[in-house]
Antibody, heavy 117, light 112 residues
Framework: QVQLVQSGAEVKKPGASVKVSCKAS????????MHWVRQAPGQGLEWMGW????????KYSQNFQDRVTLTRDTSATTAYMEVSSLRSEDTAVYYC??????????WGQGTLVTVSS | DIVMTQTPLSLSVTPGQPASISCRSG???????????LYWYLQKPGQPPQLLIY???NRFSGVPDRFSGSGSGTDFTLKISRVEAEDVGVYYC?????????FGGGTKVEIK
């Protein structure tokens, strides 16, 4: 069965960076894109971008283009999402999600990133 | 960016009664390939979202048949024929016809 397991919660200071991992199993990792979605506390869902896990090509939402980097390690079947120059507004739960037959058909459990001085 | 507008913001439903959520997009979600890229998700409290409906009207694997989707172009509806206690949460529509993918603001469903 498809499983996405994300890394644990993080607390970071403003200006720092954070890297969230998403370990995939139960399907052929390089056959399908990985998407990332952000959810600020008490707010809705915001699509951040996606990575072609086969060749590493990425597409970002303009809102995240400057400070977010998506990468992957095919040997580890793991996708990564890094946010740099963290601000308090980046406090959110970050989700990875597959696109096997449809966008967001399977989701990770989410990773809470808290930015606080 | 395509704006997705959901109504109502919240819904309080008696168990066993129907519920309906509307989603309107700022432009047509019909792709040149013939499919309409409109999806519905349910986010239960404390959980990640889960896919309910893909391409307007197709139930994802394991989704009960009390959930149905309809619509075309820019106007879409999610219906729950008989709401159950486990259906509480926030429902989101999303489009993927154009980057960036965009979500509706969400509709919170509660049980009376």
């Amino acid at each position: 069965q498809v499983q996405l397991v994300q890394s644990g919660a993080e607390v970071k200071k403003p200006g720092a960076s954070v890297k969230v991992s998403c370990k995939a199993s139960g399907y052929i990792f390089t056959n399908y894109a990985m998407h990332w979605v952000r959810q600020a506390p008490g707010q809705g869902l915001e699509w951040m971008g996606w990575i072609n896990t086969a060749n590493g090509n990425t597409k970002y939402s303009q809102n995240f283009q400057d400070r977010v980097t998506l990468t992957r390690d095919t040997s580890a079947t793991t996708a990564y999402m890094e946010v740099s120059s963290l601000r308090s507004e980046d406090t959110a739960v970050y989700y990875c999600a597959t696109y096997i037959t449809s966008p967001g058909d399977y989701w990770g459990q989410g990773t809470l990133v808290t930015v606080s001085s | 960016d395509i704006v997705m507008t959901q109504t109502p913001l919240s819904l309080s439903v008696t168990p066993g009664q129907p519920a309906s959520i509307s989603c309107r997009s700022g432009q047509s979600l019909l792709h040149s390939g013939g499919k309409t890229h409109l999806y519905w998700y349910l986010q239960k409290p404390g959980q990640p979202p889960q896919l309910l409906i893909y391409e307007v009207a197709n139930r994802f694997s394991g989704v009960p048949d009390r959930f149905s989707g309809s619509g075309s172009g820019t106007d879409f509806t999610l219906k729950i024929s008989r709401v159950e206690a486990e259906d509480v949460g926030v429902y989101y529509c999303m489009q993927s016809v154009q980057l960036p993918f965009t979500f509706g603001g969400g509709t919170k469903v509660e049980i009376k």
